[in-house]
């Protein structure tokens, strides 16, 4: 056999090359997606559960009792708004009664509507009664004091995230204790549930 029989040397494999080493790179590819999905989910929905209570609850601070507002709020409840979580966390003194309501979504461009309820309580223990409720039912208090464009009211100002994705604005003012022909020892107070929804949850 000559020289030019032998088969054809092939050239020594590269020194440490492998296709494990050659997959790390699309698999750390893979995991950054994961990251990043993962933290799109967690952020796209912000809002954590809220205990809210359904029940009827004593008010600390004064002789009322708080109960749900749901029925009463039934007449300005529209499309699914304000969605349940918000609902769920608004009471109202045991005993008052829903005199009239209000809808202001068409000129708002946006969800905001109001009922107006009287109880047979003063005004600084409703003022105390929102300012206590709101705050156990997860409402952020924002402002409290004089009421804006009312002279002589109250008013408890809170804001709470939605379940929708959005924050909701809440406005308990408290009219001035009256005492009219009829109303008990203690009076009588006008007061109104402002509910609206903020578009920058910023």
Known sequence: MTLDDAAPLLPPPRAGFSMKAAMIVPGI????????????????????????????????????????????????????????NILNAISVPQGSRRVSFANNIEAAQQYDARITL????????????????????GWQIIDTGPADHNPGALEVLGKKAGSDGFYWGMGAVISATTFASGSPAGGATSFSLELYQQPDPD
């Open 118 to 137: 009287k109880a047979d309580n003063s005004q600084g223990a409703l003022e105390t009664f929102f300012k206590t409720a709101m705050k156990k039912q």
């Open 29 to 84: 590819g893979l995991a950054i997606l994961f990251v990043f999905i993962g933290a799109g989910l967690v952020t796209s929905n912000p809002v954590q559960p809220t205990k809210t209570s359904t029940g009827s609850f004593s008010v600390p601070g004064t002789p009322l009792r708080a109960v749900p507002a749901v029925h009463d709020l039934k007449v300005i409840t529209v499309s699914g708004q304000p969605p349940g």
